[in-house]
């Protein structure tokens, strides 16, 4: 599974047997985050559904995310809930700009079994 990498946001990824982690790194200001992220999650989910793997989105390296960069992660994750595919999405709970944008991925991540939001 290949990295991302567009202006300031890194998202690099880490396999191992069972898993695949996603590490988000840097800031989500681009207006239109939408046509970055919804193509390169949808490659995601196609690898792990064809792999059989677990998923982990790590989080803590953001800086900022822009409001325009919650719904194509809220998409994700429903359609990781859609797809049973176990994952975790972590965020840095003592962080203002974690708290305030995972408290609405928690809502949707709490209507699925599948789906996780974990502050650490």
């Keep these: ?38 193509p390169y999650l949808a490659s995601v989910l196609d690898y792990i559904q064809s792999h059989g793997l677990t998923l982990e989105c790590d989080f803590r390296a953001i800086n900022y995310m822009n409001s325009a960069s919650i719904p194509p992660i809220v998409q994700f994750l429903r359609s990781l809930a859609t797809q049973k595919i176990q994952s975790t999405f972590f965020y840095d709970s003592n962080r203002k700009v974690h708290a305030a944008s995972f408290r609405a991925l928690d809502v949707i991540a709490s209507k699925s079994e599948y789906t996780k939001i974990q502050g650490l």
């Design 1 to 38: 599974m290949q990295n991302l990498k567009v202006a300031d946001l890194t998202i690099e990824t880490r396999e191992s047997d069972s898993q695949l982690m996603l590490v988000w790194e840097g800031e989500i200001h681009m207006q239109n985050p939408r046509e970055h992220l919804e």
